[in-house]
């Protein structure tokens, strides 16, 4: 059978899903042809990618860099993710870069791979409309919503509870005195994962946890008090779904982005992957699950807490914590500061009920903002 090629538009090539993205790309060259690649400051990492992709377009921040190479520079993200030659956008870019583009990729009738969560965790209702509007399904790249989409097909209407694993992060057994003496460098060693600097602090804190409740919240359509989270620290069963016969559905698999990439990117067919490590039940041995000690996480609870509400208030959890989180990187604020720091920004926080794209946007932006100014830190 011929298989037709699937155009990529490909937001945050040089990211963690970004290059693992090409790297699934690169073990199915007659599958995938890339239209287009858009980073942000890593030119040198985007002009090797151009070099082997050989893409039609390009952007990054600085475009009048890049020397040229044969691709046409793109005026946006948006502009990218409709172009008429894309098939498929793979949204790996991160915070609110995500939103429009994946908005206008959406309505231009675009395959939506989504890695960047926060574009659900920003504008989750206006994002699932815009879904529903234009008949168009988005596609999860992150393992956990990935792995319940697996898990609910064929169930869609017998679910009783999602249950999301976590790993636990860097710090998972340390005491909540030890937290206040951790380091970026520790932070930013994840047990199983190997990820971005940001989602890996997030790790740490399990902002990320919640941020994967209130993803799957708004992908799934399930009432918050219908998802669970379980400390597994193997990250080997990615998440489960309870049916209503009180049966559990679990997707085990490596702790690899590429499943999930490459299951998003071929769907609905299965295709082996000579490149990734079979799993090995035996080689495993053991899985564990443990509840979260809610002391260790103080930031869980106050992101499901903001995060859940409406209007701004999820805008303004993902502005704060983004810039807590490069506070902490650049040792301006300790690790157990973090929850302090998004909490002052709430706290001011204004909040517009019905907001339209530019106003969850700018809460974002107020939010990060807010966080620097109260730290005393140089904007
Ligand atoms: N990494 C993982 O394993 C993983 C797993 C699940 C979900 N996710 C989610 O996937 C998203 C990406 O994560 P990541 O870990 O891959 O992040 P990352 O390594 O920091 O990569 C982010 C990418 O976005 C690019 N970028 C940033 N701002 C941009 C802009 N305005 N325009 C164009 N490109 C821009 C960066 O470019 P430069 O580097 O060139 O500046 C980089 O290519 C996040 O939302 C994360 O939560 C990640």
């Known amino acids: 059978m011929v298989h037709p090629v699937r155009r990529l538009a490909v937001l945050g090539s040089t990211g963690s899903v970004g290059t693992q993205t090409l790297d699934v790309v690169r073990a199915f060259p007659d599958r995938f042809d890339i239209v287009a690649l858009a980073a942000g400051r890593n030119l040198e990492l985007?002009?090797?990618?151009?070099?082997?992709?050989?893409?039609?377009?390009?952007?990054?921040?600085?475009?009048?860099?890049?020397?040229?190479?044969?691709?046409?520079?793109?005026?946006?993200?948006?502009?990218?993710a409709s172009l008429p030659q894309v098939d498929i956008v793979m949204?790996?870019?991160?915070?609110?870069?995500?939103?429009?583009?994946?908005?206008?990729?959406?309505?231009?009738?675009?395959?939506v791979a989504l890695a960047n969560k926060e574009v659900l965790i920003m504008a989750g209702d206006q994002v699932m409309?815009?879904?529903?509007?234009?008949d168009n399904?988005?596609?999860?790249?992150?393992s956990e919503p990935s792995a319940i989409l697996q898990c609910m097909l064929g169930e869609e209407d017998d679910i009783r509870k999602l249950i999301i694993?976590?790993?636990?992060?860097a710090f998972r057994d340390k005491s909540p005195d030890e937290l206040a003496a951790v380091t970026p460098e520790q932070a930013l060693q994840h047990p199983t994962w190997k990820m971005g600097r940001k989602i890996t602090i997030d790790s740490a804190t399990l902002v990320n946890k919640a941020f994967e409740v209130i993803e799957a919240h708004w992908l799934f359509d399930?009432?918050?008090?219908?998802?669970?989270?379980?400390?597994?620290?193997q990250s080997i069963i990615h998440s489960m779904i309870e049916t209503a016969d009180g049966v559990i559905k679990a997707h085990l698999g490596s702790p690899d982005m590429r499943y999930p990439i490459q299951y998003a990117l071929f769907y609905p067919e299965r295709v082996f992957n000579p490149g990734l490590k079979p799993f090995d039940p035996v080689e495993i041995g053991q899985l564990t699950f443990e509840a979260m000690d809610p002391k260790l996480y103080p930031c869980f609870e106050l992101a499901i807490d903001i995060g859940s509400r409406k209007g701004t208030w999820p805008s303004a959890l993902m502005g704060a914590d983004e810039a807590a989180v490069e506070l902490f990187l650049a040792r301006r604020i300790k690790f157990t500061e973090i929850p302090h720091v998004i909490q002052s920004v709430i706290d001011d926080h204004q909040a517009i009920d019905n907001p339209n794209l530019d106003e969850v946007i700018l809460a974002a932006e107020w939010a990060a903002?807010?966080?620097?100014?109260n730290v005393g830190a140089p904007r």
């Open 165 to 169: 694993t976590a790993s636990g992060g």
């Open 91 to 111: 949204v790996a870019t991160v915070g609110a870069a995500g939103l429009r583009p994946t908005l206008r990729a959406l309505e231009a009738g675009k395959t």
């Open 137 to 142: 399904p988005i596609f999860p790249v992150d």
């Open 369 to 373: 903002e807010r966080a620097r100014a």
């Open 222 to 233: 399930m009432p918050y008090d219908q998802i669970d989270v379980v400390i597994h620290r």
């Open 129 to 134: 409309a815009a879904s529903r509007r234009f």
């Open 46 to 80: 985007l002009q090797e990618q151009i070099a082997e992709f050989d893409p039609e377009y390009v952007l990054c921040e600085d475009t009048s860099a890049l020397p040229s190479l044969g691709a046409k520079p793109c005026a946006s993200l948006e502009d990218m």
